[in-house]
């Protein structure tokens, strides 16, 4: 079996990235590795280098690991820790964040490798809801 895509998603709030963790752990598989990276180093709003770059390693299974930021700061936040430390196999995804989570948690779940996990991601944009 194929190590399994690594999924990071990266907001201002850490209650709302937990809230949006809590949500896709229960729609997804247990199997699909996941961390948040909310708030400030100290609890407020805002986005850390130091958490985000965190999130990464604990994500990290080896099979890649997508990125998804809400907005804002959090993305370029997100793309300085990548521009530091590039690596092929961590991509920055712009999506909707929650239903690109969902769509990428879903996708990792199934086995399916990075550039499927991001590609999930980021058509989760055309998916309507009305």
Aim: aromatic share 2%; charged share 20%; glycine share 12%.
């Amino acid at each position: 079996m194929n190590a399994p895509v690594g999924i990071v998603l990266v907001s201002h709030s850490a209650e709302l990235v937990g809230g949006l963790r809590e949500l896709v752990e229960q729609i997804g598989s247990s199997t699909v590795p996941l961390a948040v990276a909310g708030g400030t180093d100290d609890g407020r709003i805002g986005t850390s280098y130091d958490l985000v770059l965190a999130a990464i390693g604990r994500a990290d299974r080896g099979g890649g690991v997508v990125v998804l930021p809400d907005l804002g700061s959090s993305v370029l936040t997100a793309r300085t820790v990548l521009e530091d430390h590039p690596r092929a196999d961590v991509l920055i995804v712009d999506a909707p964040f929650v239903e690109g989570a969902v769509a990428a948690v879903v996708t990792a779940a199934t086995g399916a490798d990075l550039a499927a996990v991001a590609d999930a991601a980021k058509e989760a944009r055309h998916v309507a809801k009305l």
